[in-house]
C-alpha cells in the first residue's frame, strides 16, 4: 500500500513513521524543501534514540527509512492509496489542496484530513467524488499516542469509513468513530478540562497551582489543566476552543476565557515561550508561576485546603462526564469509543462514562443542578441524558 502524507511538520512527519514502521510505502509531501529535510533529519534522531532504548534494532531502522521517501510536488503523490493532510487549520488551505490532488489520483484512492475541528464534509465539497474523503485524526505525536479518531462526512461511503477503520487497525491504532460534529469526540469532550478550570481561576477561587495539584492529586490526571494548556501552547489551545464555540452557534459550555485570549495576545504561549501560565528555565521545567490570583470570592476563604480542592476536582470532573453523556445524547460516538477515545488519545485516568457509574449518576446530576442554581447560566445545564439515567437507575457500563 502507497500512502501520502501531505505537510512534513511534526504531525504530518509523525504519521508518515506509524504507517512505514507498518510496512506501507510512504511519500511526505511539502512545498518546501528545508521542511522535507528537517522532517528526514527528525525521523533519523527518532529512530537513533529508540535503538539507544533497544526498542528497534539498526535493521528495522533501515527499513522504516527505506519505506519513506520525500518529495515537494504534488503530482508525485498519483499513484497513493491513501493520502493524509496535515497542514494548517485553515479550511480554505485544505480545500484548495484537496481538490489539486484529485487531479492526479486514481478514482477510488482515498484523501483524508488530520483536522481536529474542521468540517469533514466542507472538506469534502472541494472534491469531484467527495464519498472518498474522511477525517483520519491522529494525536500529537502519532507514533506514541494510541487514539486515532476517524470522522466520516455525510459524503463519505461505507465503504470508505470501513476501509479506512481497517488500514488504521492494521497500524496498531484503537479506532474510534465520531460524527463530524465540531471537536469530534476528544477536543469537544475535553473543553471543560480547560474551560472550567479557567473559570475557577477567574473567579478567583483558586490560584492555578491548586488547580493543577486539585486535579493531579485527586484526579489522577497526569498534567493539571494549566500545565497542560502550557505544553499545548496557550494559541492553539485558545484557537481550538474559539472555533468549538463558533461552530456550536456560541453555545455557552463552551465559551472561551479572557485569560487564555490575553496570554496568547502578550506571546506568553506556554513552554514554547518561555511563559505560559508558568515560566519555565531552558529545559522546559516551570520554575514560578507567570500569574497569580487573589482569592476573594464565593466563600473560598471559608473552605479548608482539602475542602477546595475537592470542590476543583468535583466541579471539573462533573462538567467532563456532562459533556461526554450529552456527546453520547446526541450519538456523536459510542459509549465504548467515547471512553476509550479519552483515555488512549488524551491519558484520561477513566473513562469518563466509566467515571460517572463510578461516582453514581445521582451525584452528578445533584453537582451540575447545583451548579446550575448558583449561576443560573446554560452552561451547567445537566445533559437530558443523565437526568433520564437518574430517573430510571440506570448506568453506562451495566454490571455484567
Not at 465540531?182 to 473567579?203: D, M
Not at 493531579?216 to 492553539?236: C, H
Not at 514560578?288 to 471539573?316: D, P
Amino acid at each position: 500500500m502507497i500512502v501520502g502524507v501531505i505537510g512534513s511538520g511534526t504531525m504530518g512527519s509523525g504519521i508518515a513513521q506509524v504507517a512505514a514502521t507498518s510496512g506501507c510505502k510512504v511519500k511526505v509531501f511539502d512545498t518546501k524543501q528545508e521542511a522535507l529535510d528537517k522532517s528526514q533529519k527528525g525521523l533519523e534522531k527518532i529512530l537513533s534514540r529508540l535503538i539507544e532504548k533497544g526498542r528497534i534494532d539498526e535493521a528495522e531502522k533501515q527499513r522504516i527509512q527505506t519505506n519513506i521517501s520525500y518529495v515537494n510536488e504534488l503530482k508525485d503523490l498519483g499513484d497513493t492509496d491513501l493520502t493524509i493532510e496535515a497542514i494548517i487549520e485553515n479550511l480554505e488551505i485544505k480545500k484548495k489542496v484537496f481538490s489539486e490532488l484529485e487531479k492526479y489520483v486514481s478514482d477510488d484512492a482515498i484523501i483524508a484530513s488530520n483536522t481536529s475541528s474542521l468540517s469533514i464534509a466542507s472538506i469534502a465539497s472541494s472534491l469531484q467524488k467527495p464519498e472518498r474523503c474522511i477525517g483520519i485524526h491522529f494525536f500529537n505525536p502519532a507514533p506514541l499516542m494510541k487514539l486515532v479518531e476517524i470522522i466520516p462526512a455525510v459524503q463519505t461511503s461505507e465503504e470508505v469509513k470501513n476501509k479506512v477503520a481497517n488500514i488504521i487497525k492494521d497500524w496498531k491504532k484503537v479506532v474510534a468513530i465520531a460524527k463530524d460534529t465540531p471537536g469530534f469526540i476528544v477536543n469537544r469532550v475535553a473543553r471543560p478540562f480547560y474551560g472550567e478550570s479557567l473559570r475557577i481561576y477567574e473567579e478567583g477561587l483558586a490560584d492555578l497551582v491548586t488547580i493543577d495539584h486539585s486535579l493531579k492529586e485527586l484526579g489522577g490526571f497526569r498534567m493539571g489543566p494549566f500545565e497542560l494548556m502550557d505544553f499545548i501552547g496557550n494559541d492553539v489551545n485558545y484557537t481550538v476552543t474559539e472555533t468549538v464555540f463558533k461552530a456550536f452557534y456560541y453555545d455557552p459550555r463552551y465559551k472561551p476565557s479572557f485569560t487564555q485570549k490575553r496570554l496568547s495576545e502578550a506571546g506568553y504561549l506556554g513552554r514554547k515561550s518561555g511563559k505560559g501560565y508558568y515560566n519555565y528555565d531552558e529545559q522546559g521545567k516551570i520554575v514560578s508561576q507567570n500569574i497569580s490570583s487573589s482569592i476573594t470570592s464565593s466563600g473560598a476563604e471559608k473552605l479548608s485546603k482539602e475542602e477546595l480542592s475537592q470542590y476543583i476536582f468535583n466541579r471539573v470532573l462533573v462538567m467532563l462526564i456532562n459533556e461526554a453523556a450529552d456527546a453520547l445524547f446526541w450519538n456523536i460516538a459510542s459509549t465504548e469509543d467515547i471512553d476509550n477515545a479519552m483515555t488512549k488519545g488524551v491519558n484520561y485516568p477513566y473513562g469518563l462514562l466509566a467515571w460517572a457509574d463510578k461516582k453514581g449518576i445521582d451525584w452528578c446530576v445533584s453537582k451540575l443542578d447545583k451548579l446550575y442554581n448558583e449561576y443560573r447560566e446554560d452552561r451547567y445545564r445537566c445533559s437530558p441524558l443523565l437526568r433520564r439515567m437518574d430517573r430510571e437507575n440506570r448506568t453506562f457500563f451495566p454490571a455484567s
